[in-house]
C-alpha cells in the first residue's frame, strides 16, 4: 500500500509518501501565508524524488482540520483533484489526532491557537481512546481540560506560549497515522469538505 499524505493546516506543510509502513519520501517545510506557491510542487518533489508517478500511489490521506481556514482549503483541493483524475480513494484525518497519535503518553492533550483567547482542542489517552472529543472553545474551558489531566502532555503543530497555555511542538509520526487511519472509510472526492469546527470570522460576522 503506497499513501500519499499531505497536511497544509499549519505553517509547516508536511507531504509524505508511505510504503509498507515506511517513510519513503518526505518535505516538510514552514512556510506561513505560501501554501498555494508550494504545496502542489512539494507533492510533486516527493514522487520524482523516489522516481514514483502520481498514478503509482493507492490512496491519498490529507488533513481536513481544524487549523488555518486558508491552509485546510489548499490540502483538500489538491487531494480533491488528484483522488478525481487518478481515481484513488480519500481518506480525511484530524489534525488534532493526528497529534494525539503522535505522542506516546498516557494522557495528550493536542492543541491549536484559533487567536483571541480560543482554542481548537481535544483529550485523547494513549491508546486513541477519545476523552474529550475535538472541539473550539475559549481559553478557560482549555484550561479545565488542563488543571483536570495534570500529567497529560500538551502538544501542538507549533510552540505555545500563551500565558497559562503552553504547548510544545510535536513532529507527526506519520507511519503511525496511516496505520490508524487506513481503516477509516475513504470519502468521494466530491464529498470531501473541511473540518473547521468553527465558521470562519467573515462569517460569523455576517450571522
Given amino acids: 500500500m503506497i499513501t500519499l499524505f499531505i ?8 507531504i509524505a509518501i508511505v510504503k509498507d509502513e515506511k517513510v519513503i519520501s518526505k518535505i516538510v517545510k514552514n512556510i506561513p501565508n505560501q501554501h498555494s506557491v508550494y504545496a502542489v510542487k512539494f507533492v510533486n518533489d516527493v514522487l520524482e524524488t523516489i522516481g514514483m508517478k502520481p498514478n503509482d500511489i493507492d490512496n491519498i490521506m490529507v488533513v481536513n482540520g481544524p487549523g488555518s481556514f486558508t491552509g485546510i482549503r489548499i490540502g483538500l483541493t489538491i487531494a480533491k483533484i488528484y483522488g478525481y483524475l487518478l481515481k484513488k480513494d480519500i481518506i480525511t484525518v484530524s489534525s488534532l489526532r493526528a497529534m494525539a497519535l503522535s505522542s506516546n503518553a498516557k494522557i495528550v492533550i493536542p492543541i491549536i491557537d484559533a487567536h483571541h483567547d480560543n482554542y481548537y482542542y481535544g483529550v485523547y489517552d494513549m491508546f486513541d481512546n477519545i476523552i474529550l472529543k475535538d472541539n ?3 481559553k478557560e474551558e482549555l484550561l479545565k481540560q488542563i488543571n483536570k489531566y495534570e500529567d497529560a502532555d500538551i502538544i501542538s503543530n507549533e510552540i505555545i506560549d500563551n500565558g497559562d497555555i503552553k504547548a510544545r511542538k510535536i513532529d507527526y509520526d506519520i507511519v503511525n497515522i496511516v496505520n490508524h487511519y487506513k481503516y477509516e472509510l475513504p470519502v468521494n472526492p466530491h464529498l470531501v469538505v473541511p473540518n ?5 470570522q467573515a462569517l ?3 450571522k
Avoid: H, Q
Avoid at 7 to 14: E, G, I, K, L, N
Avoid at 196 to 200: F, N, S, V
Fill in 196 to 200: 473547521y469546527l468553527k465558521l470562519p
Fill in 136 to 138: 473550539f472553545n475559549n
Fill in 204 to 206: 460569523e460576522e455576517n
Fill in 7 to 14: 497536511d497544509t493546516s499549519a505553517s509547516d506543510v508536511s
